[in-house]
């Protein structure tokens, strides 16, 4: 009912920066929270950022806090990823998701219970 689309992966050499986009339809995702996810090849998936249906409050891992940003448009049904100082350990395949029920925090500790997943955008730092 509820799918999402990325946009804004590609290749940025390190220390730069990128904003990736996810913009969300089929059912009121604009009262849902959403975050971001990362995979790299031979790697679990890990959480990036969070933020809840009014945008108020946010969660962040440790390695993207304090570089990188996520923000929900005035429609709510999107979210942005704004990161910036980038390195090699950001390359990674990233993952939009959404769920009706789960705090922020919630996402951060439980991602394999998040409900619905884009189907991602591909992010390669260069040196």
């Known amino acids: 009912q509820v799918q999402l689309v990325e946009s804004g992966g590609g290749l940025v050499q390190a220390g730069g920066s990128l904003r990736l986009s996810c913009t969300s339809s089929g059912s009121t995702v604009r009262d849902y929270g959403m975050g971001w996810f990362r995979q790299a090849p031979g790697k679990e998936r890990e959480f990036v950022a969070a933020i809840n249906w009014s945008g108020g409050s946010t969660v962040y891992s440790d390695s993207a806090r304090g570089r990188f940003t996520i923000s929900r448009g005035d429609a709510k049904n999107t979210v942005s990823l704004q990161m910036t100082g980038l390195n090699a350990e950001d390359s990674a395949v990233y993952y939009c998701?959404?769920?009706?029920?789960?705090?922020?925090?919630?996402?951060?500790?439980?991602?394999?219970?998040?409900?619905?997943w884009g189907r991602g955008t591909l992010v390669t730092v260069s040196a």
């Open positions: 998701a959404a769920d009706p029920l789960m705090t922020p925090q919630a996402m951060s500790m439980n991602p394999t219970a998040v409900d619905y």
